[in-house]
């Protein structure tokens, strides 16, 4: 599999080194998983592989097993957490497609009836309210 377009200075990278802030609420060796800081919904979630690569088309296949176990687990927290009435997962590959970060992930957006998905990338939420969403997916990924 190719890295070939691979930019290391995306904001994605730069979160997984450290070199900028994100509210986490999951991290193993392979995977982790943060708040979206422009929710499409209450309690949006991005799960990201730390392998390097620009989105599913150019991945090694062997990122999305463990990648994926970890999806559902964020999905099944951030049901309960939220009580939502059910869960969108969604992934983008190229700016045709919607994709704005070009490092692989995956959105967990939970879901409640009649509600519809606010934009893409649309406004920043406060720090206060991600760190309290990220804090009940925590309490429901650790019950
Ligand atoms: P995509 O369009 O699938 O590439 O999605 C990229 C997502 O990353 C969007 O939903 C943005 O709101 C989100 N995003 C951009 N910058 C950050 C950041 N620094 N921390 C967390 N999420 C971010």
């Known amino acids: ?5 691979y930019d290391t200075g995306n904001i994605f990278a730069k979160i997984l080194r450290g070199e900028i ?3 986490r609420v999951y991290e193993d060796k ?8 422009m929710p499409q919904g209450l309690g949006h979630t991005l799960v ?6 620009r989105n599913l088309l150019d991945a090694n296949p062997s990122t999305f097993g463990p990648l994926f176990a970890v999806v559902q687990k964020v999905a099944q927290a951030v049901k309960r957490a939220f009580d939502a009435d059910g869960v969108t997962i969604m ?3 190229e700016p045709a497609s919607g994709q704005t970060v070009y490092h692989l992930h995956v959105h967990v957006i939970p879901r409640f009836d009649g509600i519809p998905l606010k934009p893409h990338t ?3 939420e406060k720090p206060e309210v991600l760190a309290r969403n990220a804090e009940k997916i925590r309490a429901a990924l650790a019950a």
Do not use: I, L, R, Y
């Open 1 to 5: 599999m190719t890295e070939v377009n």
């Open 21 to 23: 802030p994100s509210h």
């Open 30 to 37: 392979a995977v982790v998983a943060f708040m979206d800081v």
């Open 48 to 53: 990201v592989p730390k392998a390097p690569s």
């Open 91 to 93: 992934q983008f590959n």
């Open 122 to 124: 649309g406004a920043m």
